[in-house]
């Protein structure tokens, strides 16, 4: 169909609680069995006595606490059973503490400092007791910990669904904490509480974890305890310091992963800091070379990177290095902190990060998961948060907009991408939602008002929304019809070049409603999930084998072409032919009107060899190859309107497309033809503008350095001949 021109590019309370019954939190993959002991807490079992001699619980209203110490060994973890050696047969009372308590106050969740002392406040709609547990700071016997149990009295220590308590003369820094949650035992009923189970608080500010990321060695079934930090002082942002405030017309978003960035050895960063939020600092001088002036973050809050790995399955070889698996949506990853994980260390170095790529003049965009968590599905349990504080009545709204709110005034970033959103614009009974109200909440909210925010408008479920997304003209959506149609058009597809007009123009059949711009279509040929650009031009089909399912993950939908021999070649005209492509499919993204999004490793052609689902490889399949890296500034995207060179629209056949992008400002118009076809195409060159001559930018078919100049080389005749899958860009100077 015939594509509409550009259009113009203008400047630019509280909802209900969602409620689950049950299924919210299920796990988007099955990710393994229980590990349900908390290191420094006796386990206890729902058929044991809880007023046994291992039960430390006292109820608290101002008596003693009792203290313990012991040396306990994980040996094995598996569902709902516990095998603890225990190094010392004793487990005597060697100390007796006490701390004044108090009721404590029902806000803010989470843990907060008051005028009498630590308050600590959990929600739970369900349960019918809470128990406080805390470990204090250790000793300099390493393997000895003081472990305080508090039961909290629901006459004295409950508002309404809100647990609280205030206790007094606690360290203010490096308590660890968790809940243990009782309540009703109907499975059937959606009810999933275990008091034998240590639970990290959904509001925990700091999350202590594993020390080093992938370490399976001595830490595969780390417990994840909530601390805080009251004593450091605030942040130091700087006199100078100011917001990017980046116009999203201005957009060019590079998509990436903190830790692969700067993980491999070539990256030549020291191994404390490699793979860490300060790594990627180091390489900041990278994204001003490409040009980029957003970065896109996969999850960057607490996961489990060893969950694949808590039970016998054919994927337990594999280390979750995406973090599409949220244990905490607080808390920065503690083991993206240089050297040994720590969350307050993760926290002071996340806003370093923040703070040198504002310096710089690059925003920070986090992708953000609310589809799932880590807890997994009743086929294979895993209750660490959510599910055991309440998994039939989880009120979530409030939970989102402190963690957005929290995430803009204390830690700067500039906005979020929500991953799988449209799950987001379902009832509770999956019918879809005209106006939900959590997204329309978000584009109303006056904190977010700053902010990008980006929806990945699908689900698992099949709700397509791509161009129908409830947006309240804010929403911005990843447009993944351009990604479609631009890699049929570019591979050669009959029929496809009226989509490729649509798409390059702004994609006027999805945005031009209301005050949506081009703007708020998120352009893309490549992502974090599928093929990468050179995996795109390398392969018909994906090649899983190494994520353990037989190759049955992944999308088999990919519009791929591998230029005629299946993965790698020494055939150096199929090996020219796919460099020429990956750069026709670049150009095409840089001039497309629109915000332009690519891949982290597609600027040098990183490969996967064919995986499509890179999700669980800490290894060079994923992490950035500096040896292979170029560091060439790319062109930035152009905006104006455009007169399209074709009188051939209605033929399918035709895979050829001419146009010119007008700039009223500077009159710096440029000239783009895309050649799909396997000859050469003799294009006609319109005029340029009066005063001025074409300068050959961009010609794909040419070896580089030749293939891109940016300040352009003169001499262009009337007419062009564009080679077989080419494309050329021209610049009236």
């Known amino acids: 169909?015939?594509?509409?021109?550009?259009?113009?590019?203008?400047?630019?309370?509280?909802?209900?609680?969602?409620?689950?019954?049950?299924?919210?939190?299920?796990?988007?993959?099955?990710m393994g069995l229980v590990s349900y002991s908390f290191p420094h807490f006796e386990s206890k079992s729902r058929s044991e006595n809880h007023n046994s001699d291992l039960n430390l619980s006292r109820k608290v209203t101002g008596a003693p606490v009792c203290t313990r110490r012991s040396t306990l060994?994980?040996?094995?973890?598996?569902?709902?059973?516990?095998?603890?050696?225990?190094?010392?047969?004793?487990?005597?009372?060697?100390?007796?503490?006490?701390?004044k308590v108090s009721s404590g106050e029902k806000s803010p969740l989470g843990v907060s400092?008051?005028?009498?002392?630590?308050?600590f406040a959990l929600f739970s709609q369900n349960a019918t007791s809470v128990t406080l547990c805390l470990s204090l700071p250790q000793s300099d016997e390493k393997d000895d910990v003081d472990v305080v149990e508090l039961v909290l009295d629901p006459s004295v220590n409950k508002t309404g669904d809100t647990w609280h308590i205030c206790v007094e003369d606690l360290p203010l820094r490096n308590v660890l904490y968790g809940y243990r949650v009782d309540g009703p035992g109907e499975w059937n009923q959606g009810h999933r509480f275990d008091p034998s189970?240590?639970?990290?608080?959904?509001?925990?500010?700091?999350?202590?974890?594993?020390?080093f990321f992938g370490d399976?060695?001595?830490?595969?079934?780390?417990?994840?305890?909530?601390?805080?930090?009251?004593?450091?002082?605030?942040?130091?942002?700087?006199?100078?310091?100011?917001?990017?405030?980046?116009?999203?017309?201005?957009?060019?978003?590079?998509e990436m992963n903190v830790r692969a960035f700067t993980a491999d050895e070539s990256s030549g960063i020291d191994p404390?800091?490699?793979?860490?939020?300060?790594?990627?600092?180091?390489?900041?001088?990278?994204?001003?070379?490409?040009?980029?002036?957003?970065?896109?973050?996969?999850?960057?809050?607490?996961?489990?990177?060893?969950?694949?790995?808590?039970?016998?399955?054919?994927?337990?070889?594999?280390v979750n290095t995406w973090g599409y698996s949220t244990v905490n949506f607080f808390a920065p990853m503690s083991r993206y902190a240089s050297g040994e994980g720590d969350p307050i260390k993760a926290s002071k170095e996340f806003k370093e990060m923040v703070k040198a790529l504002h310096s710089a003049g690059i925003e920070v965009i986090l992708?953000?998961?609310?589809?799932?968590?880590?807890?997994?599905?009743?086929?294979?349990?895993y209750a660490t948060s959510f599910r055991g504080i309440d998994n039939k009545s989880i009120t979530l709204c409030y939970a989102f907009f402190s963690f957005y709110k929290r995430r803009v005034t204390e830690y700067h970033v500039d906005g979020f991408r929500f991953d799988l959103a449209s799950v987001l614009c379902r009832d509770t009974d999956g019918s879809p939602l005209s106006a939900p109200p959590l997204i329309r909440a978000i584009a109303k909210d006056s904190v977010l008002s700053r902010c990008k925010i980006i929806a990945e408008p699908w689900d698992c479920g099949g709700l397509y929304l791509v161009g129908k997304f409830p947006n309240w003209d804010r929403w911005a959506e990843w447009n993944g019809m351009y990604r479609d149609d631009v890699r049929r058009f570019i591979k050669g597809d009959c029929g496809m070049k009226g989509s490729f007009a649509t798409r390059v123009s702004g994609s006027s059949d999805l945005y031009q409603v209301n005050q949506r711009k081009p703007y708020h279509g998120v352009n893309f040929i490549i992502a974090h999930d599928g093929f990468t650009?050179?995996?795109?031009?390398?392969?018909?089909?994906?090649?899983?084998?190494?994520?353990?399912?037989?190759?049955?993950?992944?999308?088999?939908?990919?519009?791929?072409?591998?230029?005629?021999?299946?993965?790698?070649?020494?055939?150096?005209?199929?090996?020219?032919?796919?460099?020429?492509?990956?750069?026709?499919?670049?150009?095409?993204?840089?001039?497309?009107?629109?915000?332009?999004?690519?891949?982290?490793?597609?600027?040098?052609g990183h490969t996967r060899y064919g995986n499509n689902n890179s999700y669980g490889h800490d290894t060079a399949l994923n992490n950035f190859q500096w040896k292979e890296a170029t560091r060439r500034k790319e062109g930035e995207p152009f905006q104006g309107e455009i007169t399209w060179h074709e009188d051939n629209w209605n033929n399918p056949e035709s895979k050829f497309l001419a146009f010119t992008l007008h700039d009223g400002v500077s009159g710096q118009d440029v000239y783009a033809a895309f050649n799909a076809h396997d000859y050469f195409v003799k294009a006609l060159i319109p005029l340029p503008p009066s005063g001025k001559q074409w300068f050959r930018v961009a010609d794909t078919n040419l070896e580089s350095p030749d293939d891109f100049i940016k300040e352009g080389v003169a001499g262009v005749a009337e007419a062009y001949n564009v080679a077989p899958f080419s494309s050329i860009l021209l610049k009236s100077m």
Not at 74 to 94: D, L, P
Not at 197 to 209: C, R, T
């Open 533 to 604: 650009l050179r995996d795109l031009v390398t392969y018909n089909s994906k090649h899983n084998e190494a994520n353990g399912e037989g190759g049955n993950d992944g999308c088999n939908d990919n519009y791929s072409w591998n230029c005629g021999s299946e993965g790698e070649t020494g055939d150096a005209h199929i090996k020219s032919l796919r460099v020429r492509q990956m750069k026709n499919f670049h150009l095409a993204l840089m001039i497309s009107q629109g915000t332009p999004m690519m891949l982290m490793g597609d600027e040098y």
């Open 197 to 211: 189970i240590l639970l990290l608080d959904p509001y925990a500010k700091l999350v202590k974890g594993r020390s």
């Open 272 to 318: 404390s800091t490699a793979g860490s939020y300060l790594g990627l600092v180091e390489k900041i001088p990278h994204f001003l070379d490409l040009g980029i002036n957003a970065v896109e973050l996969l999850p960057v809050f607490e996961f489990d990177e060893l969950e694949l790995q808590r039970r016998p399955n054919p994927r337990d070889h594999m």
């Open 73 to 99: 060994k994980v040996t094995c973890r598996r569902a709902r059973e516990h095998v603890i050696e225990e190094e010392s047969s004793e487990m005597a009372e060697t100390n007796k503490q006490s701390f």
């Open 216 to 254: 399976s060695s001595n830490q595969k079934f780390a417990q994840f305890y909530g601390t805080y930090d009251f004593e450091t002082s605030p942040f130091d942002w700087g006199d100078d310091y100011k917001f990017p405030n980046i116009p999203e017309k201005d957009l060019v978003i590079y």
């Open 113 to 119: 400092q008051v005028d009498k002392g630590i308050n």
């Open 367 to 381: 992708d953000v998961v609310y589809n799932h968590t880590n807890e997994a599905d009743d086929k294979y349990p």
């Open 1 to 30: 169909m015939l594509a509409s021109p550009a259009y113009s590019r203008a400047a630019s309370s509280f909802p209900p609680a969602l409620h689950s019954s049950g299924n919210v939190f299920t796990g988007f993959i099955p």
